[in-house]
C-alpha cells in the first residue's frame, strides 16, 4: 500500500489542532468523553486501544487505523496482539477489513521503526 502511516498521523493531529480551536466545546465534550471511555477500567487501556483498533478496521477508516496502531503500540500491544483483533475485525467485516489488514501491518512496521 502507498499510504504513509506517519504522514496520515501528522496531518490528522494538524487537524485537530484547527478543530480545537474551530469548535472548542465540541472537542472538549468529545475528548473529554474518549478520555473517560479509554482510562484504564475493567478492561486495560491496552484492551481498549485495541478493541478500538479492530473497530477502525471493521470500519475501513485509514486515519483511525494509523493513529490506533500507534496508540496500541505505546500501550504495550504486540505485533501478534494486534494481528489477532484483526483477525476479529475481519470475522466482523470480511473481505474489505481483511484487505485494510495490510494498513495495519504497514503502520507496525512503520512506527515501530520510529521506536
Do not use: W
Not at 68 to 79: I, M, Q, S
Amino acid at each position: 500500500m502507498s499510504k504513509d502511516p506517519k504522514a496520515i498521523i501528522e496531518q490528522v493531529k494538524n487537524r485537530q489542532r484547527e478543530m480545537r480551536d474551530g469548535l472548542p466545546d465540541v472537542m472538549k465534550g468529545f475528548f473529554g468523553m474518549l478520555q473517560a471511555a479509554e482510562k484504564d477500567g475493567v478492561l486495560s487501556h491496552k484492551v481498549k486501544e485495541l478493541v478500538t483498533l479492530g473497530i477502525a478496521v471493521a470500519i475501513r477508516c485509514d486515519p483511525c487505523i494509523a493513529i490506533h496502531v500507534e496508540l496500541c503500540l505505546k500501550a504495550g500491544a504486540t505485533r501478534e496482539e494486534i494481528l489477532e483483533v484483526c483477525g476479529v475485525a475481519i470475522a466482523m467485516g470480511g473481505g474489505p477489513s481483511y484487505t485494510y489488514t495490510a494498513f495495519v501491518l504497514d503502520c507496525v512496521d512503520a512506527l515501530q521503526e520510529q521506536g
